[in-house]
């Protein structure tokens, strides 16, 4: 059990079962994000939706996510498609769609090439989702 998870809350509810490396390694990537996160992260942090940004969950940090519209957003860059990165996505989706969040992946180029319309995207979707 994390530890912030009261007891008996698991099933149908999103605890926050991490541990202190992996909210860590959120603080620390807070700091540290990338070109199209901090473009994208320009354009949802002044929304009116309550998005996060390198927010821990399990063993996992989210790129982006909103607790209303249960939202995963990951940006993907080059590196997601070499090597075993596609399985460990896969397992990563898996893992979050288990526990009711939806995960919205878009590309790096894709955020780079028009980052109000990947914004947009994420809002009208967090939007859609919390109806």
């Given at each position: 059990m994390g530890r912030w998870q009261p007891a008996g809350l698991t099933e149908g509810h999103l605890a926050r079962q991490t541990n202190k490396r992996t909210v860590r390694t959120a603080r620390r990537l807070r700091k540290k994000m990338s070109l199209p996160e901090v473009l994208l992260w320009q354009h949802l942090r002044v929304t009116d939706l309550n998005?996060?940004?390198?927010?821990?969950?399990?063993?996992?940090?989210?790129?982006?996510?909103?607790?209303?519209?249960?939202?995963?957003?990951?940006?993907?860059?080059?590196?997601?498609?070499?090597?075993?990165?596609?399985?460990?996505?896969?397992?990563?989706?898996?893992?979050?769609?288990?526990?009711?969040?939806?995960?919205?992946?878009?590309?790096?180029?894709?955020v780079l090439r028009d980052v109000t319309a990947a914004a947009n995207v994420v809002v009208v979707l967090c939007r859609g989702r919390c109806e």
């Open positions: 998005i996060r940004r390198q927010h821990p969950c399990g063993p996992f940090v989210l790129d982006f996510y909103c607790p209303a519209a249960k939202l995963v957003i990951e940006i993907d860059g080059i590196a997601h498609d070499m090597g075993d990165r596609p399985e460990r996505d896969d397992a990563r989706d898996v893992f979050l769609r288990e526990r009711g969040l939806e995960v919205l992946r878009l590309s790096a180029a894709e």
